[in-house]
């Protein structure tokens, strides 16, 4: 499986961003999906997570009712959807695909989300 990001960039507070995460290779492996962030000098974290069809999603509290995550398994995309963004939202967003087991099956290679205050 293979994963690639698309969406990020420079944002003033309060704007609003839509990241894309395509997924190719053998997709009917992929289970759950999720979106992770890593700011600078800080740990990878979990931002949201969708399951396989899409009907139950996971939110970090800082992120809740104003990120949505969703996906279109026809079209193997998530989307992260970041509205209300903050400076503290800065951070590289990496999307990721796990199979049947929970064991990752593969990241993307990041995109950079910047919000300036």
């Known amino acids: 499986v293979q994963l690639a990001e698309s969406g990020g960039g420079l944002v003033q507070t309060g704007g609003s961003l839509r990241l894309s995460c395509v997924a190719s290779?053998?997709?009917?492996?992929?289970?759950?999906m999720g979106w992770y962030r890593q700011a600078p000098g800080k740990q990878r974290e979990l931002v949201a997570r969708?399951?396989?069809?899409?009907?139950?999603?996971t939110y970090a509290d800082s992120v809740k009712g104003r990120f949505t995550i969703s996906r279109d398994n026809a079209k193997n995309t998530m989307y992260l959807q970041m509205n209300s963004l903050k400076p503290d939202d800065t951070a590289v967003y990496y999307c990721?695909?796990?199979?049947?087991?929970?064991?990752?099956?593969?990241w993307g290679q990041g995109t950079q989300v910047t919000v300036s205050s």
């Open positions: 290779g053998n997709t009917f492996s992929i289970k759950r």
């Open positions: 990721n695909a796990e199979g049947p087991y929970g064991e990752v099956l593969s």
């Open positions: 969708v399951s396989n069809s899409g009907g139950r999603t």
